[in-house]
């Protein structure tokens, strides 16, 4: 096996275990997941499926897409992660807004279509840094690893 064959493997694996962490929490931790949340998830999904296809085809093309794959979910976990500590306002669909100015019949409304998991809460953390936190910086490792894999593989 190349180094750059060994660093996809890694990085795959990497996706992997974070996708199977987000599953574990949310169905074993019973911590249901908000819409952001579940943003984070696909890049990952794609990066395994780019990841089990760069094991077979060789070539630094495959490595730089697991790449962007990878960046696309840190940067959607790390805007999440500033939603949830209050930096910047999130999707109106799952974080909590002001109410006036409503009537009974729309605030009743906003209340019944809003889900029942917000985005701007934070459900879990450890070292001070929630779920989304923690998708964004190890998905950079992970970004970094793929663009080794590419580099390695020219």
């Given at each position: 096996?190349?180094?750059?064959r060994?660093?996809i493997?890694?990085a795959?694996?990497?996706s992997a275990?974070?996708?199977?962490g987000?599953?574990?929490?949310?169905?074993i931790?019973?911590?249901?997941?908000?819409?952001?949340?579940i943003?984070?998830?696909y890049p990952h999904?794609?990066a395994?499926?780019?990841?089990?296809?760069?094991?077979?085809?060789?070539?630094?093309g495959?490595a730089?897409?697991?790449?962007l794959?990878?960046l696309?979910?840190?940067a959607?976990g790390?805007?999440h992660?500033?939603?949830?500590?209050g930096w910047?306002?999130?999707p109106?669909?799952?974080?909590?807004?002001p109410?006036g100015g409503?009537?009974s019949?729309?605030?009743?409304?906003?209340i019944?279509?809003?889900p029942?998991v917000?985005?701007?809460?934070?459900?879990?953390?450890?070292?001070?840094?929630?779920?989304?936190?923690?998708?964004?910086?190890?998905?950079?490792?992970l970004c970094g690893?793929?663009?080794?894999?590419a580099?390695?593989?020219?």
């Amino acid at each position: 096996m190349t180094f750059s064959r060994f660093l996809i493997l890694i990085a795959t694996a990497g996706s992997a275990m974070l996708l199977l962490g987000a599953f574990g929490f949310q169905y074993i931790g019973d911590l249901a997941p908000c819409k952001m949340c579940i943003w984070q998830r696909y890049p990952h999904g794609a990066a395994i499926g780019i990841g089990a296809l760069a094991l077979v085809i060789s070539g630094a093309g495959l490595a730089y897409v697991g790449a962007l794959a990878t960046l696309v979910t840190a940067a959607i976990g790390g805007f999440h992660a500033g939603v949830e500590q209050g930096w910047w306002q999130g999707p109106t669909t799952c974080t909590s807004g002001p109410v006036g100015g409503l009537s009974s019949e729309e605030l009743m409304n906003q209340i019944m279509s809003a889900p029942l998991v917000r985005c701007d809460e934070i459900p879990w953390q450890m070292l001070g840094l929630s779920m989304a936190g923690w998708n964004a910086v190890l998905s950079l490792c992970l970004c970094g690893l793929w663009i080794a894999a590419a580099r390695s593989a020219r």
